[in-house]
C-alpha cells in the first residue's frame, strides 16, 4: 500500500500535479454546500501535500474562517514564508475581526510602503503614500478598493477618523459601487459630492440638488471635507465618464478576484441550469454575455438612496423623504428605504408618520430588528402600552442575541415608570453591543428620570465615544449642564448638537436658553430667532426672546413676540399673565387687565398669583425680570 | 430623475436585463472579499428590483447566512412561491443549524416524496424511497450526496441513528469524497467495508486488511451493518470502477453545484494568476484541464486514513499506528494523524508515545485545540503539573469560547486534587458544549473521587447520551454499581464497555470480577483468561482468577495462577500471603512459610496480619475464602 504513494510525491517547484486541481475542485465544492468539516479535512490534506501551494493555502485558511477559527487561519497565514495579496487580505480580515488592528493594518500595508519607499527613491517625485496608491495601476493594495475599505474600517475602529475618512473616499474612488463607504463616510458626517461619486450627471439629480442644497458641514465634523473636494475636481472635466468607465470594470469584467476555483465554462453553465431547476431550462444567456450592458441603471439607484441618506444624515429630513420618492415603487417598498423614512418622520416628532413606515418594515420582514428599536421609541411617545409590550416579545421571538431586543424590552419598562427594569435591560443590550449608541443615550436619560446625573452623563459620554454624530447625547449633557447651572458647558453641548442636526427648533431654543443664562443676550437672541424660522410653530422660541426683551428692558418688543405666541397657542395661560406684565410695564394697563382676567379663565388653580398681580397693578414693578417660563 | 426608472423596471418574465447580471456579480464579488454589508445591500436591492429570480434571492440568502442571520435568511426563504433544489438546500442548512430538525427534514425530503408518490403510483415497482433515491439520476435530493449527508447530520441530531446511518451510507455511495460521512458512520460504530467505499482495489489494501482484520461490530451497536453489506456486495463485480467513475465525476466536472455566479473564463484565469502574485506568472494550465487525470491518489489516501481511523475506533490501536506509518512523511507529519495517534498510544496507555504525538500536534499548529484535552489527561496520569498547568495557560489564551480549554483547566486542578475547582471548570466547559463528552466523564470521575456517586452516575449518564460509543462512562457506571454491590447492573455496563473495546485487558478484567461477584464463577474464569490473553503483563486477570479458584475449593489451580502472578510481579507482598495460603491449603507448609516471610520482608507494615497468619500455620483454616486484592 506504501508504494502507490512513492511515485506521486508533492513537486510543487516542477510541474503541479493534476490532483492539486481535484483536490482544490472538491474543497470548493463542499465550501458551496457548507460542508465545511469536509472541506477542512480535504484542505489539510491538500496543504500535506502542496505545503507551498498559495491556492491550497488559501481555502484552507477561508474554511477555517467561514468556521470561526480566525485565530487558527491568522497563525497558519502568520507563518507561511510568501503571502500573496489575497493571502494577506484574508490575514487582515482575520486581524480584523479579532479587533488587532494594528496587524490588520500591517497586514494590508506593509508591502506597500515597501514598494512606496523604493519607487520614492529612484524617482523623485513628491507624491504621498495616498496619492502615489491611488495612481498606480493595478491599486497596489491587497484587493484594490476593498482593502482600502478594510482599511478604512480598520482606522475607524482604532480611532483615526481622519485617515479612515481619507480611505473610504479612496475606496469609493477606484469602486463607486461600495455602499458601505460612502454609508461610513456619510455616518462620519462627510458631506459627499453624491453625482460625482457614483458618476450619474449632474442634470439628472439637478432638481433634487437644487430642492435640497446640502449644507456644508461645520468645519470641526469634517476636517478632510476640503481635501476631497480637491481631489474629485481636478478630474471633473471627464469625471462621469470615468466613473462609468470603472463601474463598468467592476461588475463585468469582475474588479475584485473570485474566490481561486476551478470552474469550467460548462460548471458554470450547468449551475446556473441548477439554480433555475434542476437542468429543465436552458442556460441563461445573460450569464455568458460580455460587457456591452451598462450600469448606469444601478448606479442610479445608489445616487438618489445616497442623496436621501445624505439629507437624512443632515437632519434635513422633508428633503430625504421626497428623495426617496423619486425612486420607483419596488425599491420605496423595501424595508431599508421604510426604516430610513420611519427615522426621517421621527425626527419630524411625525409619529403617525413613523409608525405607519416602521409597522410596514416590520410586517414585510419581521426577522430585520434594525430599525425595530426606532418604533419602540415611536411608541414610547405615543404611550402604546400595549403595542410596545407586543413589540417587545416579538424582538425576542426572533433574537434573543441582538442588542435591539434588549432596547425595546428596556423601552418597555421606561413607559411603565419602571426605570430600574428598563435600566438592567439597557445594560443587557450594551453588553450583546457596547457599541449600540441609540441604548447608551436611552440609559442616559432613564437616570435622568431619576435625577442621577453622574451615570446619566457617563451614558451620554459613551454614547458619543460610539458615534460622535448622535446628537441626542450632546442634547442630555446639555440639559444636564444647564441644570447644573453651569451655562458655560451647557451652551457648549447644546452648540455641538446644533451643528450636527442643523433643522432641529427645540434643539437651537435650548441653546439660546443657555447663551442668554451665560449672560449672553444678544446672541441667545439671534439664535432664538433661528430656532423661531426653523419652526414657526414652536412658540418656545418666541417666548424666551420675549423672556430676554423683558430682561433688557425692551418690553415693546417683548409685547410684540408674546402677541405671536399668544395667537399661535391662545389657550395658554401663562403667556396671558407674561403679556399682562409686560403691558403694565408698557402703561397699557387695561390691556394688563383683560390679560390677566383671560388667564385667570384659562387657569383657575393659579388664580392667586394672578389675583395679587391684579391687585398690584397700580403699583410700580418690581420683579418683572423673573418671569416663569411654560 | 423618476424617468430613467420608469424604462428599466424588472420584466422577469420576458427577458432578463442585463444589468440584474450585473448586480449578480457585483453581489458575488464582495461576498468572495469579505464585504457582507456591501453585499447584503446590494442584494437587497437586487431582490427588491427582481423579486421573481431565484438567483438574486439565493445570493440575498447566502450573505444573511454567511452574516449570522439564519432566521432572516429562513423566513425569507419560506415566504418564497418557488424554491429551486439550491434554495431548499440553502433552507435546511439554515433550520440545521437553528436545531429546527423537522423543519430542515421537510425542506429536503418534502418534495421527493411527493415526486415518489406519483412515480409510484404510475409504475407498481416496489422500491423503498431510499432505493428509488439512489436509483434516480440525478439525485432527486437538493445537492444530491451533500443533500444525503446532512440528511444524516439532522437523523443523528434527533436521535434517529438507523436512518442517519442509512442516509450516511447513501451520501458515501454516490460521493467517495465525503470523509465526513465516513466519519460519521464509524463514529457510530458501524464498520464500513474501507476499500469498497473509496473505491481503492482489494488488493492494494489486502496486506493491511488481512494483519488487522475488522471485528464484526455487537449486533446492538450497528443494526444496519448487515443491509450495507448488501447493497455494497450487489456491486462487487465492476464496484472499484463504479466508485472512480463518480469520483471522477464529483472531482473534475463539478458534482456540487457552484454558487450561482458569472464569471467569464477569464475572470477564472485573471483570479489564478492574482493568486500567485498580482499577474506576474501566466495563469497556470491546470485549471483550464480537462478531465484526463486521476483521482485514485487522493482516495488512496482516504482509503489508508480511513483504514486507520476505523481500526482506531474498534481500538485496534497497535493496527491503527501500523496503518497509519503507510502515509506519505507529508501526511504523517499533521496535527491531525498526529492526533489519531496519540488517542491510539493513550489507549494503549503508552503515555509517553502519546505525550510525543500530541505536543507535536501542538507545535505544529498551536491553534489547534481538538485533542489537547487528550494531551491534559496524558500529564494527569504522568502527574505532570507544571506542563498541565503551562497547557491550560496555552488553551485559554488560545480560545476561551472552547470546550477544549475549560476541560483541560479543570484536569489540572483534578491533578491537585482541588474537586470542587476542577468541577466547576468542567461545567464550563459544558456551558459551552453540552455535547463535549469527555468532559462529562472527567466530571463524573471527579464527583467518583469524592465518593459522589448520584451526581456521578448522573455524568456517565450525559456522556452516553452524547456519544452511546465513549466506553469510558460504561466503565464508570460499571465501578460505582460493583462499589454499590449492585453486581447484575455492573455486569451489564462492564459488558458494554467491553463491547466497545473489545482489546481492553483492564475492562474485561472488571467485567470478570463483577461476573464472579454477581454468582457466575466460570463465565468470570473464562472473561478474565480472556483478558489475561489480551494483555499478558496484566497480572490483575490472573490474581482475580486465582481468588475464584480459591472460593471453589481449587488450590492446586489456584497456586498455579498465583505462582504466574508472582513470576510477573515478584516485589508484591499480597502475592507471596496469598500464595503462601494457598500452599497451606495444599498442606505445603514449608513452601508457605516462605511466601510469608518474603511478604514481611516485602511489606513491614503489614507484618502484623503476616505473623498471625504464620502462627496459625499449623491451624486449619477457617477463612481462606476472603482474600484482601491487591
Chains 1, 2 share one sequence.
Not at 449672553?520 to 414652536?538: H, I, M
Request: glycine letters at 4%.
Amino acid at each position: 500500500m506504501g508504494a502507490p504513494f512513492e511515485t506521486t510525491r508533492p513537486q510543487p517547484k516542477t510541474t503541479t500535479p493534476h490532483h492539486l486541481s481535484q483536490y482544490l475542485s472538491l474543497i470548493q465544492q463542499y465550501m458551496n454546500v457548507f460542508r465545511l468539516d469536509n472541506a477542512i479535512f480535504l484542505a489539510e490534506r491538500c496543504v500535506a501535500e502542496f505545503p507551498t501551494d498559495a491556492t491550497a493555502l488559501y481555502w484552507l485558511c477561508f474554511a477555517y474562517y467561514r468556521a470561526g477559527q480566525l485565530s487558527r487561519a491568522q497563525h497558519l497565514l502568520s507563518k507561511a514564508a510568501h503571502l500573496t495579496p489575497q493571502l494577506l487580505y484574508l490575514s487582515a480580515q482575520c486581524s480584523y475581526e479579532l479587533k488587532e488592528y494594528a496587524r490588520a493594518e500591517d497586514a494590508l500595508l506593509h508591502d506597500c510602503r515597501h514598494q512606496f519607499k523604493q519607487q520614492q527613491s529612484s524617482s523623485s517625485q513628491g507624491h504621498t503614500f495616498e496619492e502615489w496608491i491611488l495612481q498606480t495601476t493595478p491599486c497596489p493594495i491587497p484587493n484594490g478598493a476593498a482593502g482600502l475599505a478594510l482599511l478604512g474600517d480598520i482606522f475607524r475602529k482604532s480611532n483615526r477618523t481622519q485617515r479612515a475618512i481619507q480611505y473610504y473616499q479612496m475606496s469609493l474612488q477606484l469602486d463607486p459601487f461600495l455602499w458601505s463607504s460612502f454609508q461610513a463616510l456619510t455616518d462620519l458626517g462627510v458631506t459627499v459630492d453624491v453625482p460625482t461619486v457614483f458618476g450619474v450627471s449632474q442634470t439628472t439629480t439637478a432638481a433634487a440638488a437644487t430642492k435640497t442644497p446640502l449644507q456644508p458641514p461645520s468645519p470641526g465634523l469634517t476636517p478632510i471635507h476640503q481635501n476631497t473636494t480637491t481631489t474629485m475636481e481636478e478630474e471633473t472635466p471627464s469625471h462621469t465618464t470615468v466613473v462609468l468607465r470603472r463601474a463598468r470594470q467592476v461588475a463585468n469584467r469582475g474588479y475584485y478576484p473570485p474566490s481561486p476555483e476551478t470552474p469550467s465554462l460548462s460548471t458554470v453553465t450547468r449551475s446556473m441550469r441548477y439554480l433555475q431547476g434542476l437542468g429543465e431550462a436552458e442556460p441563461r444567456s445573460l450569464f455568458l454575455e460580455d460587457e456591452k450592458g451598462d450600469v448606469q441603471t444601478i448606479l442610479q439607484t445608489l445616487a438618489t438612496m445616497g442623496q436621501a441618506y445624505q439629507e437624512l444624515s443632515h437632519y434635513q429630513c422633508q428633503a430625504c423623504l421626497d428623495t426617496f420618492k423619486q425612486l420607483p415603487l419596488s425599491h420605496q417598498n423595501t424595508s431599508w428605504v421604510l426604516h430610513q423614512q420611519g427615522k426621517a418622520y421621527l425626527e419630524l416628532n411625525e409619529f403617525t408618520a413613523a409608525q405607519r413606515c416602521l409597522e410596514h418594515m416590520k410586517h414585510l420582514e419581521p426577522g430585520r430588528l434594525e430599525g425595530l428599536e426606532l418604533l419602540s421609541t415611536v411608541y414610547w411617545h405615543q404611550k402604546k402600552e400595549v403595542d410596545l409590550a407586543s413589540l417587545a416579545q416579538h424582538v425576542v421571538a426572533w433574537d434573543k442575541r441582538s442588542p435591539q431586543a434588549w432596547c425595546v424590552v428596556g423601552n418597555c419598562f421606561s413607559l411603565q415608570k419602571d426605570h430600574e427594569a428598563a435600566l438592567s435591560f439597557f445594560k443587557r443590550s450594551l453588553q450583546l453591543d457596547p457599541d449600540f449608541t441609540y441604548t447608551h443615550t436611552l440609559c442616559g436619560y432613564e437616570y435622568m428620570a431619576n435625577e442621577d446625573f453622574e451615570p446619566a452623563m457617563a451614558c451620554f459620554r459613551q454614547a458619543i465615544r460610539t458615534n460622535e454624530r448622535h446628537y441626542n447625547a450632546w442634547y442630555g449633557l446639555g440639559c444636564i449642564y444647564h441644570r447644573q447651572e453651569k451655562y458655560d458647558l451647557a451652551e457648549y453641548h447644546f452648540e455641538r448638537a446644533c451643528q450636527i442636526h442643523p433643522t432641529s427648533s427645540i434643539l437651537r431654543c435650548n441653546w439660546g436658553i443657555s447663551q442668554h443664562a451665560n449672560g449672553k443676550a444678544y446672541q441667545a437672541l439671534e439664535t432664538l430667532a433661528e430656532a423661531s424660522r426653523l419652526d414657526p410653530g414652536n412658540p418656545q422660541a418666541r417666548f424666551q426672546r420675549a423672556t430676554i426683551y423683558s430682561a433688557l428692558h425692551r418690553p415693546q418688543e417683548a409685547a410684540l413676540e408674546l402677541e405671536k405666541v399668544r395667537d399661535a397657542a391662545p389657550r395658554e395661560a401663562t403667556v396671558h399673565f407674561c403679556l399682562g406684565k409686560v403691558y403694565k410695564r408698557l402703561g397699557r394697563l387695561d390691556d394688563a387687565m383683560k390679560c390677566f382676567l383671560a388667564a385667570m379663565d384659562l387657569d383657575p388653580k393659579d388664580s392667586q398669583m394672578i389675583k395679587s398681580a391684579m391687585d398690584k397693578l397700580d403699583n410700580p414693578d418690581i420683579d418683572e425680570e423673573t418671569m416663569i417660563p411654560f
